[in-house]
């Protein structure tokens, strides 16, 4: 028991009139301000980033596989915004299928490039400071997430952005949304709602994915026992 500690629920102690209740929410007060011990903070470090290395691993294996993006309506990249306010006419004239192997091929194209994120994720939680963990630790159910983020989101964007445009060259993404942008351009109101750059919208839809998974595995490590799968999450985060 350190010492300020000790004088503090001697303090305590030693004040007669103090109720039950007060005396309990002094003790609360004096005991709060004695910060964890480097040896306790060090654990709080450990664990943070434990758990940040295993939401980030689940989050890309599961969205580095097949139908990671496309089976999952959470993450399911779907038609840019400018395609949706048009996709009845287009579905209308006979695009239905081209935008459904459009879609498809924009899932496949981010599950691909998916497993990028992995040594960033790791590089980024191997330099968070101790300072950083402890405050993560005691923000909200996806601050870690959050800080993740911030750190990493343009390092990966600049990583996907040349896979993707790869993938999508595999999968034919591009040809097949000038395809149906170059078919409709004489249609009222929809050929210039197709001038889009794919490679990005692309790119930052499987990013957005990434950190939906990641915010997930996040919170049920911090809200659900069950998730904490090593001694030190158990003992970080009860």
């Known amino acids: 028991m350190t010492k300020k500690i000790f004088w503090g629920i001697l303090l305590v102690l030693l004040i007669g009139t103090t109720g039950h209740a007060s005396f309990l929410d002094t003790l609360k007060d004096t005991l709060g301000t004695v910060k964890p011990s480097k040896t306790d903070g060090g654990r709080v470090d450990l664990g943070l980033k434990e758990a940040l290395n295993i939401g980030a691993k689940n989050a890309v294996k599961y969205l580095g596989k097949n139908n990671g993006y496309f089976g999952n309506q959470a993450v399911k990249i779907l038609l840019p915004e400018e395609v949706r306010q048009v996709e009845s006419v287009l579905r209308g004239v006979g695009f239905g299928p081209e935008l459904d192997e459009f879609t498809l091929s924009m899932n496949r194209a981010a599950e691909k490039a998916a497993p990028l994120a992995a040594d960033i994720f ?55 949304y000038n395809a149906i942008a170059g078919k409709t351009q004489n249609l009222p109101l929809v050929g210039k709602a197709l001038n889009l750059d794919v490679n990005r919208y692309v790119s930052g839809k499987a990013l957005d994915g990434l950190f939906t998974m990641l915010a997930r595995e996040e919170t049920d490590i911090r809200t659900n026992p069950q998730a904490r799968v090593t001694s030190l999450l158990k003992e970080v985060f009860k």
């Open 122 to 176: 790791a590089n980024a939680i191997a330099d968070m400071s101790f300072d950083d963990a402890n405050r993560i630790l005691r923000g909200g159910n996806t601050a870690a997430t959050d800080y993740l983020k911030g750190k990493t989101y343009d390092t990966l964007l600049a990583l996907f952005e040349p896979s993707v445009r790869k993938t999508m060259d595999q999968y034919k993404v591009t040809q097949q």
